[in-house]
Every structure is written in C-alpha cells, then in structure tokens.
C-alpha cells in the first residue's frame, strides 16, 4: 500500500469513529429541564405580528392561545451557543412525552423575537437576561377543546441543529384550569 492510500484509510477509520462516538453522544439532550407554563392566554392571530404570515389575503382575526413559560436557561444563547432552532411540541401527556397534535404556530418568541440560532439580540432581550432567571417566553397554538382530549395537554421544546444535535426539554403539564380560557 502506498503512503497515501493508508493515510486515506486512517482519516476514512478516524472519520467513522467520530461518527460514531458523535451519534452516540448527540441523542442526548442540551435543553432546559426546568420548563414551567405559566399562562395560557386567547390572543387575536391578527395582532400577533411576530407570527410569519405569507398569505397576499389579510391576516385574519381568529383567536388562538399565547403558552407563557418559564425557565433558568436563556434559551437565546443556548441557540446560539449550540446553532439551534427551537421549536416545540404540544399535545396530550403520555408515557413518552407528548403527542404532537400539530397545534402550534412555529417557533418560541420572547416578546417579538423568534429564538434561533441566527437571531439578533435586542437591547430589551439583553436588558431583560441581565436581570437573571427565570426568563418567560411564549408560543402560539390553536386552540383545542380540553374535552376532546383525553387527560392533561403537555409542552415540550423540541428542536436542534442542521448536525443533528438535539434539542429536548422537560415536559410541562398546562394546568387543566388554564386550559379553558
């Protein structure tokens, strides 16, 4: 074997091996475990401007919720730390975790700021971590009838990186007696 032909196999050996050990270790959550809901709260989809509408109709008026929650993580940095996106799930709780039920509108907003990795941070953001924990922020869901769920609606956050890190948080109960607003 020629030199090159054996450094190629050592970079092709090495290059599995961290592969490996990466897919290994990846899997493994880097999100907040102390999530909390806080408020579930009916909002108007036409004065939520941070909501991305792409339709040439006019934004309609129809009333969906606003999920407040809270957390010690500042969850900008953490994206862009880690070059996440950050998303969530919504549904009923169940022995894995939550159900998705495709309820949510997109993304976690602090305010009108979308977190992502590639996001600019706003004076009032900075301000507000320099305050220190817990931090609030908010999704956007459809609304649902708690009667045509069976048991308590859980949240998640969900999401990760183009390299396949993941993102996973604790799941949070929202209490059933915000679930009736």
């Not at 102390?34 to 909002?43: A, F, G, H, K, L």
């Not at 990186?161 to 607003?181: C, F, K, W, Y």
Request: hydrophobic share 40%.
């Amino acid at each position: 074997m020629t030199m090159r032909r054996i450094l190629i196999a050592a970079i092709t050996m090495a290059s599995c091996l961290a592969s490996m050990t990466a897919g290994a270790v990846w899997p493994f959550s880097s999100g907040p475990q102390d999530i909390q809901v806080t408020s579930v709260t009916d909002v108007d989809l036409k004065d939520q401007p941070q909501l991305e509408w792409v339709s040439l109709k006019p934004r309609p008026s129809k009333i969906i919720y606003r999920i407040e929650f809270t957390t010690n993580m500042d969850l900008l940095a953490l994206a862009k730390k880690n070059d996440y996106n950050i998303s969530f799930a919504l549904g009923p709780c169940g022995a894995g975790g939550v159900k998705d039920i495709g309820l949510g509108y997109g993304y976690v907003y602090w305010n009108k700021l979308r977190i992502y990795s590639d996001a600019k941070v706003t004076p009032d953001y900075s301000a507000e971590v320099a305050k220190g924990p817990p931090f609030t922020y908010q999704v956007f869901a459809t609304k649902w009838r708690p009667s045509s769920i069976k048991g308590s609606m859980c949240f998640t956050l969900a999401g990760g990186s183009m390299l396949g890190e993941r993102l996973r948080s604790n799941v949070a109960v929202i209490p059933n007696d915000q679930q009736t607003h």
